[in-house]
């Protein structure tokens, strides 16, 4: 009897892997194309393409061993730290393939959540790739995941999330409800607009037909783990006190830490978009959708994907339009120049509708012609993507892109030696902290930024290398230097400075 049971144990055990690995394959090769598209078209250095110009910065930051502006990407930068170990390419084409890796994998957890969501194998595969390539195709997607920036770790934290809250929710199992908290802590500190998986979770709960019961001890756990998760933020101030340059904020103060992590900096900008101009924006977000993810996707998505979604689980329906929702009404609200980026999980959303709208489109062709209809319906999909790849290729392919490098070189080498260069564009300031830092160019000349010298963290990083005048203010010191001074105008060019430096002389009657 106990032989009988363990031969059972074992062919269960066999089949089980053999179910797992079946649904890893297609997630494994959607990862493989994305990784390998994303790679060759990843930027070999730095790049203000695509909203890439804080690439300079991070790439800095994280060679410094400093913090990076608000609210300081803590877990961004322990993984940037790491990849800077990759043995090849300069540090930004090092941070560009963090970001195409992270961006393959976010395509990968996204083909797994449509197959897991359809009720065959076949169609699982199928429409799970649909879904995760029509994502790797997106321009959204694929522009960040060439350039050294935050927004492809924070899709793959959310993708990752979302499987493990649906599943949670379909399951009833605790650990996952657990672990997706956890990483929600961690891609807090990536991303706070993060936090939308918050109130989209809850949502996708209370419409589940037969959801889990949350009990106390099940609460307690969510909340420790996500508390683990959001403890990321303490590096900051042990990284605040390296005194590394660059590096933003007070962060070793309790004030200086709650002002970074708040992004009180930048809170200006939450809202501030009038209504008039929201609306526009809400029109080019809906004509945006025939660009990505494309008619075809957006067809499948509207005429089969939501009718599905609704008819079925309504909780990934709701769950992905949830989040979809909270970043577009940030995203249209948000006055910054990057506003468009945080359409990001919105696309993304779309993207799963539509794999959702190729599995129900697919089980409701029936009758003599099935299998001829299918066959079409596979080509037509399969065109759709490889139309897609070959229109936007070439618009995307970075590798080649060396012009911002060049052109902060080319302003650095106009620079008398032990120049004072002022600032006050983020494309010249993080240019100039990247070429020095990562390249070793022109570590001779100090770049001012007017626009933070209002800052009392930044006046202090600036007492070392200029030195001050222990009876001057940095401010005063800056105006009387007997140093070679110089700005870029606002067309880029460099100008020398005769008499006072170019900056505000109210900041230094606050000093």
């Known amino acids: 009897m106990f032989y009988h049971y363990n031969v059972v144990a074992i062919v269960k055990g066999y089949y089980e892997l053999r179910r797992s690995w079946s649904r890893l394959l297609p997630a494994g090769l959607a990862l493989v194309i994305a990784l390998a598209l994303y790679s060759a078209t990843a930027a070999r250095t730095i790049t203000t393409r695509f909203g890439g110009t804080d690439g300079g910065e991070l790439t800095a930051v994280a060679l410094s061993g400093g913090v990076a502006h608000p609210p300081g990407y803590p ?33 990968a957890v996204t083909t797994l959540l449509v197959m897991a969501r359809s009720s065959t194998r076949m169609v699982g595969w199928g429409a799970g790739l649909y879904a995760g390539l029509s994502l790797a195709l ?210 993304w959303a779309w993207c799963v509708w539509a794999g959702l709208g190729a599995a129900a489109i697919w089980g409701q062709i029936v009758g003599e012609h099935r299998q001829a209809l299918r066959s079409g319906l596979a080509a037509i999909l399969l065109v759709s993507i490889g139309w897609t790849l070959g229109a936007r290729y070439n618009r995307l392919d970075l590798h080649a892109d060396s012009a911002e490098r060049e052109r902060v070189n080319a302003l650095l080498s106009q620079l008398a030696p032990d120049a004072l260069i002022f600032t006050s564009a983020d494309a010249d300031t993080f240019g100039a902290w990247y070429l020095q830092r990562a390249l070793g160019v022109r570590r001779d000349v100090l770049v001012i930024d007017t626009r933070l010298l209002r800052w009392p963290w930044y006046r202090e990083q600036l007492i070392d290398p200029l030195p001050a005048d222990n009876s001057q203010s940095i401010c005063q010191t800056l105006q009387t230097i007997d140093r070679p001074r110089y700005r870029v105008d606002d067309s880029g060019s460099v100008q020398a400075v005769v008499g006072a430096a170019p900056f505000d002389p109210a900041i230094c009657a606050a000093e």
């Open 75 to 107: 877990t961004y930068l322990l993984l940037a730290r790491l990849a800077l170990w990759i043995p090849w390419g300069e540090p930004a084409a090092r941070l560009a393939l963090l970001s195409a890796l992270c961006g393959a994998l976010a395509v």
């Open 138 to 347: 997106c321009e959204r997607l694929w522009s960040q995941a060439v350039i050294v920036e935050v927004y492809a770790l924070h899709l793959l934290c959310m993708t990752i999330c979302a499987l493990l809250l649906w599943r949670w929710i379909a399951t009833g199992r605790g650990w996952m409800l657990v672990l997706a908290t956890y990483i929600l802590g961690l891609g807090l500190g990536v991303h706070l607009t993060l936090a939308a998986l918050i109130p989209a979770g809850i949502a996708a709960w209370l419409v589940a037909p037969k959801r889990p019961r949350l009990t106390l001890a099940q609460a307690l756990a969510t909340l420790a783990a996500l508390a683990a998760g959001l403890a990321v933020y303490v590096l900051l101030p042990i990284w605040a006190a390296r005194e590394a340059v660059p590096s933003w904020g007070e962060a070793r103060t309790i004030g200086g830490f709650w002002q970074h992590v708040s992004a009180a900096e930048y809170r200006y900008l939450v809202g501030v978009v009038p209504w008039s101009q929201r609306l526009g924006r809400l029109g080019y977000v809906v004509r945006d959708l025939l660009v990505q993810p494309g008619p075809v996707a957006l067809l499948a998505a509207i005429g089969w994907g939501l009718p599905a979604g609704w008819r079925g689980d309504r909780s990934l329906l709701v769950l992905s339009g949830g989040v979809a929702f909270c970043s577009l009404l940030f995203a249209i609200g948000y006055g910054g120049a990057d506003s468009s980026v945080y359409l990001l999980p919105w696309t």
